[in-house]
């Protein structure tokens, strides 16, 4: 019996054991396998599509945008901001990519708030049967 081939099998301990420390101005992430395919799906909500960047640079896939700050108009007759949670800036996040990949054929959708990726397996990485002949 072969195991599924992985190559982010150890980044899910880590990113659960560093995702409780990390502030609010972290991307949250699922990540899954879907066939042949990765998918990970990470919340980007009030986003800005035209300010995400993603590059893949020596088996790591950095994913930056920006959410812009609300401005409030704090003239005499308004008082300005009562209470301001939700958080706004730069968000990056990083995702270091095993071999068995296309990394060249990675995919993006920006979609009500969520960016997904689709990260192909490779060819060469995909399981096969070997024929065996006989003389």
């Not at 420390?21 to 990970?40: A, I, Q």
């Not at 920006?66 to 007759?77: N, Q």
């Not at 060469?124 to 002949?133: F, L, N, Y």
Request: glycine share 6%; aromatic share 6%; net charge negative.
């Amino acid at each position: 019996m072969t195991t599924p081939y992985n190559p982010f099998k150890d980044l899910d301990r880590l990113f659960t054991s560093v995702s409780r420390t990390v502030s609010d101005t972290r991307m949250p992430m699922d990540l899954f396998r879907n066939g042949d395919t990765f998918v990970v799906k990470m919340d980007l909500p009030g986003v800005d599509p035209k300010s995400i960047d993603i590059d893949v640079d020596d088996r790591t896939l950095t994913v930056r945008a920006e959410r812009a700050a609300e401005v409030v108009d704090d003239t005499a007759e308004k008082s300005g901001w009562v209470s301001r949670e939700r958080s706004f800036g730069t968000y990056a996040r990083q995702i270091s990519l095993g071999s068995g990949l296309d990394l060249g054929k990675i995919e993006a959708n920006y979609t009500d708030g969520v960016l997904t990726l689709t990260i192909p397996v490779a060819e060469e990485a995909k399981p096969r049967k070997i024929a065996v002949t006989t003389a």
